[in-house]
Nanobody, 126 residues
Framework: VQLQASGGGLVQVGGYLRLSCAASGRTFRGYHTGWFRQAPGLEREFVAVISWDGDSIYYRDSVKGRFTISRDNAKSTVVLQMNSLKPEDTAVYYC????????????????????WGQGTQVTVSS
């Protein structure tokens, strides 16, 4: 499956952005989809993930209560709504998809994802 991330931009502290991940190439059914981010000089880190059926959703602690992940399988789209943005949220955000296990530790891990989008820059200014 091919993924296209969009929706990044420059926003002030406390603002919001809505990232979208659009899938194409084959059926989106069965693909668990996550958002990861990478700031300059740092490793790519987990942000949020949603299983293909929406039954399993996980967030990194620092975004809980501020970010919401959702999906529309009919439109092959996963959305990350980001509210109350902070400077430390500044990074390139990537969406990624994988099939198979819904074990939390696997869904949270960068290395288990086989399909990646190109990334979209999010910059939060103070």
């Amino acid at each position: 499956v091919q993924l296209q991330a969009s929706g990044g931009g420059l926003v002030q502290v406390g603002g919001y952005l809505r990232l979208s991940c659009a899938a194409s190439g084959r059926t989106f059914r069965g693909y668990h989809t996550g958002w990861f981010r990478q700031a300059p000089g740092l490793e790519r880190e987990f942000v949020a993930v949603i299983s293909w059926d929406g039954d399993s959703i996980y967030y990194r602690d620092s975004v809980k209560g501020r970010f919401t992940i959702s999906r529309d399988n009919a439109k092959s789209t996963v959305v990350l709504q980001m509210n109350s943005l902070k400077p430390e949220d500044t990074a390139v955000y990537y969406c990624a998809a994988r099939m198979g296990s819904v074990r939390e530790e696997i869904l949270r891990s960068v290395r288990y994802y086989s399909s990646w989008g190109q990334g979209t820059q999010v910059t939060v200014s103070s």
